[in-house]
């Protein structure tokens, strides 16, 4: 049986099978990824540790100047205190007033602690300035005077600062830069000031003395109707007793100058409407040193202009007159008698001695010069009768004097006595050196107060067996011309600012 298959060729081979491809093995690749992810890996390190040093580097520099902007504000405080610290004349710069210094000097002499080495505005021979004194070029005060040894804020002197004070006719503009840790970067702030006067407290009382305040007898008090709390008494001597009372009546406080002064009070006396020892425990008080008001700066020779006319002896009627000095003397006075009439202003040059007899008529004020020296000054005005005052008179010749208001009375320099039977009424504020009542009438004062300026002893004398009445003080009267306060340096808002170092 033929088992060939028909269709194959018997000795045809057999068929080749597909040969098996041998593929090589690929070594390495692991490694490479590893190495790949390594390096990648290692940028990104590097990538974070780069940002992290700059955003630490950042905020370092940032810091530094936050902290640079806070010793900036830091010093600025500083600034804005001592400036509000200062004594400014009220007239500086005024060309009326020549003889006053420009406010920039003023401010340089308080800075430099030129007049008064205590003052609490001094900056020289301190320890924020560390001997670095102030130095002034033109009209900019450099605090410190080396700009590159800076105020320090702290023991290590990591935060500082450095200021300037520039001058714009009598306005300042203060700038601070703030530094911190010796950085490079600084911040600047600057604000401005505007000189603002003291407060005028001092028009409060009825009676305010630089001097001792006196009363053996007599009734300090307020007219009818009016709270007798107004008569209020102050004295700023700094020796004591600064308040010395034997007798009489005091329908307000008194005050004295604490740690200063004292008092000595006795006798059968009633202050702000207590007796006895309830007088001293409820109707005396003291106030520190510090808070005491000032007094107003005189100006008496701003009114000489207004004295058009000399002064004639005997003549019954007479305006806006000038005596001249010498004209009296302690033992040859000038004189006006009963009835005389002035009108408009008496201006008075120094030396003099007036006296006025029986009812004298005042239709304006009395302005007597400053002398030179006020502890060798004899000048005087004695009012030995009534004096009455009135409205100014109508006219242009008066118009000037009609404009100036809240004065009755000033002469600084010079004594004034009410004695006899003297009294009467005055509106106004009465200025003097020494004021001595000892007068047989009653005196009413409207919208006035009296102030003494002699720091001695009676400064303030009341010795009378009538009364001084008050319908008000000179609060509501405080003179229009010729008594300023001194100024101090105030920011105005909204002047704060950023500015370039």
Known sequence: MNTTHPHRDPIAPP??????????????????????????????????????????????????????????????????????KVDISPNAGDPA????KPAIDQLEDNLTGKFDKDRPCVLNNTANLAGNDIRRVGNVIYIPGDQSKPIKLDANGDAAFTATITDWAGEIVCKVQGKYAGATLSRSISLDFTRKHYDASIYDNAVASQGQILIQKGDITSTAGVPTTIAKLMSTQESSPSLVMTGGTVGGTMTFVEDEAGYSIGGRVSINGYTGSDAVKLGIGSIAADKVPDFPKLSPTQFKPYATNNYVSGASVQKNIIIKAGTGTPGSPVKFNANDTVQGIMYIETPNNVVFNGDFKLQGFIVMEAAADPLTSTDSLTFSGNVTMSPVPSGSQFDAVRATSGIAIMAPTADVYMTGSS?????????????????????????????????????FTMNSAKSIQFSSTGALNQPSKGAYFDAYYQAKAGSYQEVMP
């Open 423 to 459: 009294g009467g009424n005055i509106k106004g504020n009465i200025f003097a050196d020494t004021f001595s009542f000892k007068g047989a009438a009653q005196l009413s004062i409207d919208l006035g107060s009296i102030l003494t300026y002699n720091p001695g002893a009676g400064a």
């Open 97 to 100: 007033f020549p003889d006053e």
């Open 15 to 84: 068929p080749r099978q597909r040969p098996r491809l041998n593929r090589p093995r690929r070594r390495g690749v692991t490694a490479l990824l590893a190495m790949l992810y390594l390096v990648l890996i290692a940028t990104l390190a590097l990538g974070f540790y780069g940002a992290t040093t700059t955003q630490s580097q950042i905020a370092s520099s940032e810091e530094k100047v936050a902290r640079s902007y806070l010793a900036a504000d830091s010093g600025l405080d500083f600034m804005r205190r001592i400036l509000a």
